[in-house]
């Protein structure tokens, strides 16, 4: 189907999980085919290594880092400050720095597997501004996060547009939380013009922005688009094309999302521990059935629930399947709200496609919306799933991000028309 034809629903309906659709199609793919995650730009272009003693190195370094490395049946993982579906890790960050002392005015793509900064585009009279804010300059920062979609179609098929944008949403979360512990002002932008700056950046159709964060002072002056185009640097080593996935890209870049006021919210983390809790955030892989307490399972709903610093919003409202938290009848809520007691834990773990997590856990989250922009809404989703995982690890408890589970049947089960976006567990 054409792009002009698809919306945001369609792509929805188009890649939900059934039980028939996974037993059809299990996703099975051969590991030592798996595309390169990092992204690097070729040798001739300048580099600025990070340095962590440098405040404004640290504060970019942490929303995109390695935290941990392991080498498994000889194959190397390198997990990162963010977490990813299947640890395919399709998104990219690139930065414009304007005025900023210490850094020639461009924009850089941030290399990850060599924690430096490369010098793609030196700024004149244009920049980033006029795709985003136009009429606007920026002296600061402007991040935007990309998906190198192959990364994750490669195993996910057509329901990696899910992910890539899941994914994105993750980032942006890292993202807030450096801005936070480097304090730093920031705003999420969701309603840009994409389509322009994907060509103008070089990305063929291999690469597409999904959203972007400004950190810095705007001021009323208008910004060229850029003067020159950037050549097509590939962000794997081998690409395999996904119409669906270029077509649904397209489709949910149109629709503006619903707006909102700009709210920026207050948090009152201890800042070292918090750093610490950036750099060991990790998956579960398994839950002990234990139960967690009513006092800190309150605390990490009231921050999750924050305002988050955007214009452009889609509202995400979290069913909570309480299993064992000390305290609160077990049982489907609706936010606070019980609207139906029981033992549900099999029951989760069967929409969660019989994984173990969704069934361990002392809660499993489901996040659900009405949305205008689809693209918009699982970004949000994955940027409260950053939060859910960030502020459960801070205190003690632990978490997962669910991107597999059965569709329709989830949404029946919670009795809600919205469609469900993403699950998490969280417990002991
Ligand atoms: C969007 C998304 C969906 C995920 N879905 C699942 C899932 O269905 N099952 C699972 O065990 N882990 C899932 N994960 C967790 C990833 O496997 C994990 O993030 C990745 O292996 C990297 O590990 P780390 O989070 O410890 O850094 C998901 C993560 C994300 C961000």
């Known amino acids: 189907m054409p792009h002009s034809k698809l919306s945001g629903k369609l792509v929805h309906e188009a890649t939900k999980h059934s039980y028939l659709s996974v037993q059809m199609n299990p996703n099975y793919v051969d590991a030592s085919t798996q595309p390169r995650a990092f ?84 700024l004149g009279d244009d920049g980033l501004e006029s795709y985003i804010l136009p009429n606007n300059r920026i002296n600061g920062f402007i991040f935007l996060v990309s998906s190198v979609y192959h990364r994750s179609s490669w195993k996910y098929q057509d329901r990696s547009i899910r992910y890539c944008f899941l994914d994105s949403g993750h980032h942006l979360g890292s993202i807030a939380a450096s801005a936070y512990l480097h304090e730093k002002n920031i705003k999420l932008i969701f309603d840009f013009d994409k389509l ?115 214009e452009n919003i889609e509202e995400i409202e979290i069913y909570a399947v309480v299993h064992r938290v000390e305290g609160i009848i077990p049982g489907i809520y609706n936010g606070r709200n019980l609207i139906q007691s029981g033992e549900f834990p099999e029951k989760t773990g069967y929409l969660c496609i019989n994984q173990a997590l969704a069934k361990d856990c002392a809660v499993t989250l489901f996040f659900v919306s009405d949305y205008k922009n689809y693209q918009t809404a699982l970004q949000l989703a994955g940027f409260i799933g950053q939060r859910v995982y960030l502020f459960s690890n801070y205190w003690g408890i632990d978490c997962s991000g669910i991107g597999a589970f059965y569709d329709d049947e989830a949404q029946e089960f919670l009795r809600t028309n919205k469609d469900v976006l993403y699950v998490m567990a969280i417990g002991k």
């Not at 990162?80 to 990219?92: C, D, F, H, I, K």
């Not at 081998?238 to 920026?264: C, G, I, R």
């Open 196 to 310: 322009s700056l994907n060509a103008d950046l070089g990305f063929e159709n291999k690469e597409f922005i999904s959203s972007c964060v400004i950190s810095g002072e705007v001021q009323a002056k208008p910004v060229r688009r850029l003067r020159l185009s950037i050549p097509f640097v590939c962000g794997t080593d081998y690409f395999q094309v996904n119409q669906f996935v270029e077509d649904a890209y397209k489709a949910t870049s149109m629709q503006p999302s619903h707006q909102q006021k700009l709210d920026h919210p207050q948090f009152n983390f201890h800042r070292q521990r918090f750093l610490e809790n950036v750099w060991n955030r990790r998956s579960i892989r398994r839950f002990q059935k234990q139960s967690i307490s009513q006092e800190i399972y309150w605390r990490i709903w009231e921050n999750i629930h924050k305002p988050i610093p955007t």
């Open 39 to 122: 992204k690097v730009y070729p040798q001739f272009y300048r580099r600025l290594q990070l340095n962590s003693n440098n405040s404004t190195h640290a504060f970019i370094k942490l929303t995109s880092t390695i935290t941990f490395e392991k080498i498994y049946k000889n194959v190397p993982y390198q997990l990162r400050v963010n977490p990813s579906a299947g640890a395919l890790y399709p998104t990219e960050v690139y930065i414009q720095i304007r005025d900023v002392d210490g850094f020639i005015n461009g924009i850089y793509h941030l290399e990850i597997e060599n924690n430096c900064l490369t010098l793609i585009y030196e």
